[in-house]
């Protein structure tokens, strides 16, 4: 039945291709473009430093000073704090994607992996504050509460988790966070490490972009079905969050009401972010179903966040 479903899902996506052509380029060029402008000048730079860190062993150096200003807030252990910094800082999907590569290298448990790559793995601030608030929604006012109505429920639910994790680590030591981590006198540096770091940073990136390009194509499709422009808006908005929160406009909503859908839109990341993340921790023990049952818990928290800042606001 599943492959039945998947064939099936291929085969209208080409039907999409060849009976709407000009829709589906704009969309693919779209999403590309987007990819293109936006997410690989700002991630690429990082992704080939972060693996370059990594697998040189030279990730100590640095965690040996993030972590007392990471640990005042998610109490994780040392080589976390890399994780939580990139995650928060730069975006999704550094977040899942660092947290994969410190699992396979044996630097994080297993348990503690499962937590960060859920609460690290969010929309970069960057872009929140110039595309979505600044660019789409016109207002940038609200980038200081925007940041604490998606921030706050992901750092709430990793401070829960985290010291529920600690507690019940403290009897013994989590093995798999220790057993393959090599001493800091170990640490190396050579082209064949920078060679894998730049390659490995340009296969993530180009697998992101074809997945931006793919769901940009599908919320492309949904315009085609006979349904009310708000059911449209609302599953573009589910499966891209770029295209949906561009296409709020059409909505003869308030500004209050665009902003909550795209802070909601935003809090999820789309089925484009769920298929992305999937790619990043392919290959490890990272379960997909209590990250996707999470993020539907913290859009629910933040789409509620964002009602009552509106109404503080209008207050």
Partial sequence: MKKKLIFLSILIFILYILMFPREAVAAAAGGLTLWYERVLPSLLPFSIVSNILIYSNYLAYL?????????????????????????????????????????????????????????????????????????????????????????????????????????????????????????????????????????????????????????????????????????????????EITNGIHRLQELPLSPSCQYVLAMAFTAFGGLSGIAQTSSMVKGTSLSMKRYVFLKLAFTAASTLLACLAVQFLSA
């Fill in 63 to 239: 965690t040996k000073y993030l972590y007392p200003l990471t640990g005042l807030l998610l109490p994780g252990s040392r080589e976390s704090s890399f994780v939580i910094i990139s995650g928060f800082l730069f975006g999704f999907p550094m977040g899942s994607k660092n947290c994969a590569e410190l699992l396979k290298c044996g630097n994080i448990s297993d348990e503690e992996a499962g937590i960060l790559f859920i609460i690290t793995n969010n929309i970069s601030p960057v872009f929140i504050s110039s595309y979505i608030l600044s660019q789409e929604l016109r207002r940038p006012s609200l980038i200081g509460i925007s940041y604490l109505v998606l921030f706050l429920p992901p750092l709430a639910a990793g401070m829960f988790f985290l010291r529920r994790l600690k507690k019940a680590a403290r009897p013994k030591e989590r093995p798999s966070s220790m057993a393959q981590k090599r001493p800091a006198s170990e640490s190396q540096m050579n082209f064949k490490i920078i060679d894998a770091g730049i390659m490995n940073g340009f296969e993530t990136l180009t697998r992101l972009g074809g997945y931006i390009m793919l769901f940009s194509v599908f919320a492309s499709m949904l315009n085609q079905l006979p349904l009310p422009v708000e059911a449209k808006v609302i599953l573009t908005g589910a499966a």
